[in-house]
């Protein structure tokens, strides 16, 4: 990766000669990567990175914060893959997996991702806090229920009613039936089950541009969620 990575930035001066040298030789004796370090010690910055990454090697330059993974795309790899890789799937287009990467010269990741999806990678640059950020916003929800639906039985008082006003015992439910909702509904239960717990009067949901705001008035006082 570094016999990839290294001539490049020399190539776009975001390094010189010397500098390279001592951040290969610190990787060597670290027994990390050369982007591990040039990252966490803060040698060079993200976008920069980023930016060099999308003009010199012509991938797109994809900011996940306005254009985020598709949910289908996310269920095609594992968690510990795409953090270990520091990558997030985007969308699935036909037989082709649309990658977003930190460090898209690291030729392993787009092979194990290629591996486990069983599609055809096609990367795009994104920085390793967007990554992270979108690897957040996309799996720790997943985490969040299945957690919640593995502990609901020692609540024993928790119960969905539907709109027909048919009462559905979690007790009694399939996990992984329920674990397979989509995303957003199982925000949606996260977000009632916690207002229950804390015994709130109102549920705020604010949406903003990019975002969005939930907070839950417990005794009055409208607190951030």
Same mark, same amino acid.
Request: negative net charge; charged residues 30%.
């Given at each position: ?63 996940? +914060?306005?254009?985020?993974? =598709?949910?289908?795309?996310? @269920? ?5 893959? /795409?953090?270990?890789?520091? *990558? &997030? ?72 009613? +539907?709109?027909?006003?048919? =009462?559905?015992?979690?007790? @009694? ?5 329920? /674990?397979?909702?989509?995303? *957003? &509904? ?40």
């Amino acid at each position: 990766m570094s016999k990839k990575l290294g001539p490049l930035l020399l190539q776009t001066g975001i390094l010189n000669q010397q500098e390279l040298e001592d951040s290969l030789e610190q990787a060597r004796r670290r027994n990390k990567s050369l982007w591990d370090i040039l990252i966490d010690e803060k040698r060079v910055s993200e976008e920069a990175l980023a930016e060099t990454f999308s003009k010199w090697l012509k991938l797109p330059r994809l900011r996940l +914060a306005t254009a985020p993974p =598709e949910p289908e795309a996310i @269920k095609t790899i594992r968690e510990d893959l /795409a953090r270990r890789h520091l *990558v &997030v799937p985007v969308r699935v287009d036909g037989k082709s997996l649309v990658l977003a990467m930190a460090n898209p010269t690291d030729f392993e990741a787009m092979q194990d991702v290629q591996f486990a999806a069983g599609l055809n990678v096609r990367p795009v640059v994104a920085s390793r806090t967007e990554i992270l950020d979108a690897l957040d916003e996309q799996y720790a929800p997943e985490q969040k229920m299945e957690d919640f639906l593995a502990n609901v039985s020692e609540a024993g008082d928790f119960r969905i009613v +539907a709109a027909e006003k048919e =009462e559905v015992d979690l007790d @009694k439910m399939d996990s992984r039936s329920a /674990a397979e909702l989509p995303p *957003v &509904v199982k925000m949606c239960n996260l977000v009632i089950h916690d207002a229950i717990r804390t015994q709130a009067s109102d549920i705020h949901i604010e949406p903003a541009l990019n975002s969005v705001q939930v907070r839950l008035r417990v005794d009055g006082v409208l607190r951030d969620y």
